[in-house]
Structures are given as C-alpha cells and as structure tokens.
C-alpha cells in the first residue's frame, strides 16, 4: 500500500519503544537507523524520506534560505506527515510513535506536534530550532520531548533552541533542554543523552 511517503519499516520487539525516524537536510530514510539502533535494543522504525528537493537534498520542507523557512509550505508539509504517521500505524499496527528527528527533522517533528498533538507520543529534537509559533494554543500536556542544542551551532543559536523549550513548555511539554559542547554535528554527548532519555520513557 502506497503511505504517501518512500519509507524504510523495521518490525521491532515486544516492548521496545516504536521510533519515527526524519533525517536532516540532504539524508533519506536510511540515516538515522545505525543511530536508533545503537541507542534502543529492538526498537521498530518508521523512517520516511523528506519529499522536498533541495538541489537534489531531500527535506520535510521548502526554504527560501538557511533559515528562512517557506512557512505555507511547512504546514502543508507536516500535515501531511501526520497523515503519513496515521496511515502506517493502521498498515503496521503501531502506537504513536516518538520521533527522533535531526536538524531540518527535528524542526518538522516540532511543527508536527504544534499542529496535531496526538501524532507522537514524545519528540527527541537534535539541533531543532523554531519554525512555527502557534497562533492557538496547543495542548501537549505531560508529552516528553527531548531538546539537544550544540553550543557552536551555526545554523542554531542558544536563543533558538531556548525559544523552541519555550513554545513546547508552555504547550504544556515535559522538556529536557540540554546543551552540549558541539556544533550542527551529532556528538558522543548526543548519542548518550538519547539513550538515557530514551531508555527512561519506558
Ligand atoms: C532547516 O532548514 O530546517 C534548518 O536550517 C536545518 C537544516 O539545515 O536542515
């Protein structure tokens, strides 16, 4: 059955936590796999491949330029991820699943969450920053979201990332914001905070 997206699917075991993949600019649905096995024992995967172009980059979203982000678009965009998500867990059989999502990822995992808060159970966002600010309040009580920032990002600054903890806390999140010393890179620092934070939400 056709999901809407090209999607790599990997049946886990019983009581492993069920993990929505989404790469980062210029990854696909490949990625972050060797990183959701190395941080989860048996964990299923869902792991789309973002359907914008960049000059040949697949990403979840249009932009104008680094950081300028076409917000219709976005919207557009993480809806239809949210119909994605849906469609698979009536095809696989899954509950909501808890994104790991990096850089351009994140950011649509984040969007994703402001927009239809029952799609994910808990976010963990890897250098995200913030797109899109609700105009309504949105209600993600108790949800766990994990916030991972690089402290010589680029492409994130602190007051980025803070500004993202902010939107997600008063939306009623149950964020862990750390900062590692890192740029836009994934370090060993990340990978370890996303196990723990991971191996805590069962
Ligand atoms: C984005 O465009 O979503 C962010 O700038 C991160 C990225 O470079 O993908």
Redesign the pocket.
Known sequence: KDLGFVHRFERGENGAPTLLLLH??GGDETDLIPLARHVTDGATILSPRGKVSENGMP?FFR?FA??Q?DLEDVAVRADELADFVAAARESYGLPAPVAVGF??GA?IAAVTMLRRAGVLAGAALLRA?PVLVPKEPVDLAGMPVLILSGDRDP?VSDYDSAGLAAVLEAAGADIRHETVSAGHSLTQTDVDLLKGWLAGLS
């Open positions: 980062g600019t990403r932009r680094e950081g982000f850089s351009n950011n920053q492409i």
